[in-house]
């Protein structure tokens, strides 16, 4: 749990610093809300939850059984009960509405490593905006995210828009979904596995060729942008998604963001929800999936009742982030320890003179730790050691009678004696 507060705390401090406010929605949805979102794949990997009482009591066995029993199911996401969350407070916020959220997501896959039943999701999105300055607070956010957490990442880039003009030029714009289901699978498939996939899925032979350069399309952002406009010139929708990649670049290279931002054409993000700008992040020191993920949505609330309510969001996979940081053995060795001071038990009087001291500490915000027993001395040190307690604190009869407090610091050795109210030069001791 400390190790998954220091991802929490750090995604929430960025998230903070950018004027997002937190909310939370329930653990269940109605399977109405959640279905039909996430594509056929998706809706597959969704827990349905069992009606109350004898759900199947009034079953008619000439109709679907499931949607007879079944109303309900976990969340899949945090996206689509956040578009439920909006439509229905849309009279209270104010827009554009910027929220984070941190909570549990399960999914019906098969376990295995970078890929869970439940697993957190940390997602922090804007809605009511068109504006790509909306798309860059999110590349910034995660630029300094990942700075914090000490990852080294790549931000993949792409827009809906491109792939769906990409549909267009090869004659198959009725095969967009299976088309963007295809290829987002181009990493872990490879890309003869991809076209078999698209061939079976109803593409032609000729179609199939012409995506082929495309997917494996090389260069810097600009020349893939240059290559990809004379490729795309018969698709004003490829075209719009080209000058809208443009445009984020611009802002990303005005902004000054540090990590790589590039451009790949083969991200397709298989959610189907996605109508513009697409991201992808992952870490370049360890080798698992995503680590972070997210894209533009223009009509989500739409489905909801609420049209013309653009939103874009991206979702840190706190999961996996936690797989890398262990891996990479990047997280700080301090995490281990909840208490800066142990205050050794040297018996019950000398317990009572210093309980005044361990309480002033922690107003001043020092967590303080009386060792509960008066042990011996060395089992009270070991327990220190092993719970990684910085200073150690040991007060006998001479210390009371001289009204003094004992401290010392166990990774340097340093001792120093305090009279007992100079509560500010023990804490300038234990700050350093």
């Known amino acids: 749990m400390a190790e998954r507060n220091y991802i929490f705390d750090t995604v929430k401090s960025v998230f903070k610093l950018y004027g997002y406010s937190q909310i939370e929605t329930p653990a269940m949805e109605n399977l109405s809300t959640l279905m039909g979102k996430y594509g056929e794949e998706g809706d597959k990997?969704?827990?349905?939850?069992?009606?109350?009482?004898?759900?199947f009591a009034k079953v008619d066995p000439e109709k679907p059984?499931?949607?007879?029993?079944?109303?309900?199911?976990?969340?899949?996401?945090?996206?689509?009960?956040?578009?439920?969350y909006v439509v229905q407070h849309q009279n209270e916020l104010c827009f554009p509405f910027k929220r984070f959220q941190i909570?549990?997501?399960?999914?019906?896959?098969?376990?295995?490593?970078?890929?869970?039943?439940?697993?957190?999701?940390?997602?922090?999105?804007?809605?009511?905006?068109?504006s790509q300055l909306c798309e860059l607070e999110l590349v910034q956010i995660a630029d300094e995210v990942f700075r914090r957490l000490g990852i080294r990442v790549i931000i993949k880039i792409n827009n809906r828009k491109v792939l769906?003009?990409?549909?267009?030029?090869?004659?198959?714009?009725?095969?967009?979904?299976?088309?963007?289901?295809?290829?987002?699978?181009?990493?872990?498939?490879?890309?003869?596995?991809?076209?078999?996939?698209?061939?079976?899925?109803?593409?032609?032979?000729?179609?199939?060729?012409?995506?082929?350069?495309?997917?494996?399309?090389?260069?810097?952002?600009?020349?893939?942008i240059r290559t990809?406009?004379?490729?795309?010139?018969?698709s004003e929708t490829g075209l719009k998604g080209l000058d809208e990649l443009d445009e984020l670049l611009s802002f990303i290279q005005a902004a000054g963001v540090k990590t790589e931002c590039e451009i790949d054409l083969s991200l397709a993000r298989g959610l189907n929800y996605y109508t513009g700008a697409i991201f992808?992040?992952?870490?370049?020191?360890?080798?698992?999936?995503?680590?972070?993920?997210?894209?533009?949505?223009?009509?989500l609330t739409g489905i909801f009742g609420l049209q013309n309510m653009s939103g874009v969001g991206i979702s840190f996979g706190a999961d996996r982030i936690y797989d890398v940081l262990k891996a990479l053995d990047a997280f700080p060795k301090s995490l281990g320890c909840s208490t800066t001071l142990l205050v050794a038990n040297m018996g019950n009087r000398e317990s009572s003179y210093?309980?005044?001291?361990?309480?002033?500490?922690?107003?001043?915000?020092?967590?303080?730790?009386?060792?509960?027993?008066?042990?011996?001395?060395?089992?009270?040190?070991?327990?220190?050691?092993?719970?990684?307690?910085?200073?150690?604190?040991?007060?006998?009869?001479?210390?009371?009678?001289?009204?003094?407090?004992?401290?010392?610091?166990l990774s340097s050795g340093e001792q120093k004696a305090f009279a007992k109210e100079d509560i500010e030069g023990i804490l300038a001791f234990i700050k350093g």
């Open 354 to 409: 210093t309980l005044g001291i361990s309480n002033a500490l922690r107003a001043k915000g020092i967590s303080v730790e009386l060792y509960p027993e008066a042990s011996k001395l060395k089992k009270q040190f070991d327990y220190a050691e092993k719970k990684q307690i910085p200073f150690l604190s040991i007060c006998g009869e001479s210390e009371m009678q001289e009204g003094l407090f004992q401290i010392k610091n």
């Open 103 to 130: 909570q549990p997501v399960w999914r019906a896959d098969r376990p295995q490593k970078g890929r869970y039943r439940e697993f957190y999701q940390c997602d922090v999105d804007v809605i009511g905006s068109k």
């Open 164 to 224: 769906s003009g990409l549909a267009q030029i090869c004659g198959a714009e009725d095969k967009v979904v299976d088309i963007t289901v295809a290829i987002d699978k181009l990493d872990k498939i490879g890309l003869d596995a991809v076209k078999a996939e698209l061939l079976e899925k109803g593409l032609s032979p000729k179609a199939v060729e012409m995506l082929e350069p495309i997917l494996c399309l090389r260069g810097d952002n600009a020349q893939k």
């Open 228 to 234: 990809m406009r004379e490729l795309m010139s018969g």
């Open 45 to 55: 990997l969704l827990f349905r939850i069992l009606n109350s009482g004898d759900a």
């Open 280 to 299: 992808e992040i992952k870490a370049l020191d360890y080798q698992i999936g995503s680590i972070s993920g997210g894209g533009r949505y223009d009509n």
């Open 65 to 84: 059984i499931v949607s007879q029993i079944c109303e309900k199911g976990l969340r899949y996401d945090l996206t689509v009960p956040f578009a439920r």
